[in-house]
């Protein structure tokens, strides 16, 4: 049975939108497995209050996207505690699937929310929040572990992500767990333009179509052993 170590409802800083009973319980399952928790409690409790901040920062200039952030923290450390990786790579991909998206603050709204097709410049704006976000990151040397989500995040299995064009397994696993937490957040969310918000059984078909082009094929494979209903239990 987990302990309540860190109690995420009690910290005023949560943007009230933001907050999820499902990331308590899934903080919790982290902690839990940590061997000797006394000698990192102190770091990941400060990581988490700058996160809030992040979190509360982005939600304010982009709701959807702080909104979106926490859905992908939260999947993304399940698809990670599923693939049985240790509690330092699922904390990554909690913590980092909570910050993958924070250089978005630096991207009009407008862009953010357009309806309908980018132009190429808009695109090209759009893919700078990646670099938008390691820079900000920077001032935040407690928040360095949980990097690599942030900066691979669009990273693709054949080599045709953005920025680095990474490829495989030189990709971090952290990295694309969130690149596949972050297209289903994407392909379910409602956008204002067509096909405006797709289903589950959609989102899971269009997973498998990407697998080993898009996505790595095991956690494709681990993704599709969780239920609809875990996942839903996580937005
Ligand atoms: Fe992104
Ligand atoms: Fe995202």
Redesign the pocket.
């Known amino acids: 049975m987990s302990q309540v170590l860190i109690d995420l409802n009690k910290d005023s800083k949560l943007p009230s939108a933001w907050y999820h009973v499902g990331s308590q319980k899934i903080l919790d399952e982290i902690l839990d497995d940590i061997p000797s928790k006394e000698v990192f409690l102190p770091q990941i409790l400060s990581c988490l209050e700058q996160i809030h901040n992040l979190i509360k920062e982005t939600s304010t200039h982009s709701l959807p996207t702080g909104l ?2 926490g859905r ?1 923290g939260r999947l993304g450390a399940i698809i990670a505690q599923r693939a049985q990786l240790e509690w330092k790579e699922r904390l990554e991909c909690l913590y980092g699937g909570w910050i ?2 924070v250089g978005k603050i630096y991207i009009p709204e407008h862009i953010l929310n357009k309806p309908g097709r980018l132009t190429k410049e808009e695109y090209e704006l759009i893919q700078g929040h990646v670099t938008y976000g390691c820079e900000l990151l920077r001032d935040y040397p407690h928040l360095q572990p949980f990097v690599d989500p942030v900066k691979y ?1 669009h990273e693709r299995w054949d080599g045709n992500g953005y920025p680095h064009k990474l490829k495989g397994l030189d990709i971090p696993v952290t990295a694309r767990i969130i690149a596949l937490s ?1 297209a289903y ?2 392909i379910t969310s409602f956008r204002p333009y067509p096909p405006y918000q797709r289903t589950h059984e959609e989102a899971i078909e269009e997973i498998n179509r990407c697998s080993a082009s898009h996505f790595d094929p095991h956690i494709v494979d681990v993704f599709c052993r969780i239920t609809q209903e875990e996942i839903e239990a996580t937005l």
Do not use: Y
Request: aromatic share 0%; no cysteine; net charge negative.
């Open positions: 979106h952030l992908v993958h998206d995040h972050d957040d994407a």
